[in-house]
């Protein structure tokens, strides 16, 4: 009996981590955009494309300072 329970208690606690981390993706749903470098073969194409000396696909993300939002005061 006490096995069962065990088991019981077990599976209960394996649920509530599937349900917490169900509730926390769904929290990052609409946020910012991954890292520019998380896809690393894409970014290694760039990186060796730059050092050619050949352009940049259309699409390319350059980097640099934010567009500004024109709001007055803004800090964005």
Known sequence: ????????????LVALGALF?????????GRMPHHRYADWKRSRRLRKQQRQGG???P??????????????????
């Open 1 to 12: 009996m006490q096995t069962l329970w065990t088991v019981v208690v077990l599976l209960a």
């Open 21 to 29: 981390l169900a509730r926390l993706n769904a929290q990052n749903i």
């Open 55 to 57: 352009a940049p696909p």
């Open 59 to 76: 699409g390319a993300h350059m980097a640099g300072p934010p567009p500004p939002s024109g709001k007055a005061g803004s800090d964005l």
